[in-house]
């Protein structure tokens, strides 16, 4: 009887090493994590532990936006951009507790591009937690908490074998292998996150440097619901983030980073949306939301249609002239001075007063489809 149940307890062991090892293989094969921003950028979370006192979270806007080296030169902080491709409201709270726990945070800088707050569910967009959770450590209850909130039991089929939701071309895995087996992971090896032809490069801390101007004019991704600016999914987690800022004595600001005039112009309701932040603000002490897309003084930032990659991106260039004026607002309102006479109140002050070069262009292409 007892040597019945080693018997099966030994062979329970050996399935479970030759499903680990044939997952293992799998994943080596089959899956490309080498060219992956986010796996470059959370491998750098975790090495500079200890060290990191301001971050920046959110979406793609986020990360091609604001470059960490230029905010520490300017401000002598030790800041990380912890932006990745489609972070929803959900992404940003769990890399807000998994960077917090490692790190003795005194600023939160909170990227709130639109779309991703009227999202009604983190299901929709399952690659935006993909990314990150499959390169969070492993043993980070946050890695965990998140997959469940996106999809449940199922997520974790996808945890263990990430080839599930990405494989590889068969043309590119002779090269990612040798990747793998040579310096595909060294720190600070970013060949494998440059990418010439595309205009794209990783440099460093989360910021990617994109060149390239918008090729198809200023249309709208999402115009906003005046009923609802953000979806209860948004709310959830806004919210979230705000109360867990405060009961750990982290500073919160929310900004959205500088959208083109014409893109402002296309996209129905926004102001309810720049509303809704205010009015959010305004019922928590200390929290302020800059919208740099109503920055007032446009010979100052001086952004122009060349200094975006796309519709509602700023490329490397706009993000430079981006980042100098986020700094020097920084450095205001620590000096105690209001922002307020930075920003206009409305969308249509910004357009009728000092708008960019893109709202003719947007003017014009409304005219033509009319």
């Not at 959010?280 to 920055?295: K, P, T």
Request: glycine share 6%.
């Amino acid at each position: 009887m007892k040597r019945t149940i080693l018997q099966k307890a030994a062979a329970a062991a050996l399935f479970m090493l030759l499903t680990a090892a044939l997952l293992a293989a799998a994943n080596f094969l089959l899956v490309d994590d080498v060219h992956s921003y986010s796996r470059v950028m959370l491998q750098e979370l975790y090495a500079d532990a200890g060290n990191i006192d301001t971050l920046f979270l959110g979406s793609s806007h986020c990360y091609r936006s604001v470059d960490p080296a230029q905010v520490d030169a300017a401000l002598g902080t030790h800041s990380f951009n912890a932006g990745s491709s489609q972070q929803l409201p959900d992404g940003s709270y769990y890399m807000l507790k998994e960077a917090a726990a490692q790190n003795p945070l005194k600023t939160v800088y909170l990227e709130m591009f639109y779309t991703g707050y009227n999202e009604s569910a983190s299901a929709n967009i399952p690659l935006a937690c993909y990314l990150l959770a499959d390169h969070m450590d492993w043993r980070s209850p946050n890695r965990y908490a998140y997959l469940s909130e996106m999809g449940g039991l199922a997520a974790y089929a996808d945890l263990l074998l990430p080839a599930r939701h990405g494989i590889a071309s068969p043309s590119s895995m002779p090269a990612l292998w040798k990747a793998k087996l040579t310096d595909g992971y060294t720190p600070d090896s970013y060949g494998y996150v440059t990418y010439p032809d595309s205009g794209e490069a990783y440099r460093g801390r989360g910021f990617v440097y994109t060149t390239g101007i918008p090729q198809d004019g200023f249309a709208t991704l999402l115009n906003v619901d005046a009923d609802a600016p953000l979806s209860d999914f948004g709310w959830e987690y806004l919210n979230k983030i705000t109360d867990f800022c405060a009961e750990n004595g982290i500073r919160l600001v929310l900004f959205t980073a500088p959208l083109p005039s014409g893109y402002l112009y296309n996209t129905e309701n926004y102001q309810s949306y720049v509303d809704a932040l205010r009015n959010f603000c305004a019922a928590h002490d200390g929290l302020e939301y800059w919208d740099f897309s109503l920055y007032k003084l446009q010979s100052e930032i001086n952004l122009k249609i060349e200094d975006f990659s796309d519709a509602h991106h700023l490329n490397g260039a706009g993000a430079e002239k981006f980042t100098a004026i986020l700094c020097k607002t920084i450095q205001r309102r620590a000096a105690g001075e209001s922002i307020d006479d930075l920003f206009y109140q409305t969308v249509e002050e910004k357009l009728t007063l000092t708008p960019d070069d893109s709202v003719l262009m947007a003017y014009y292409a409304k005219l033509q489809d009319e």
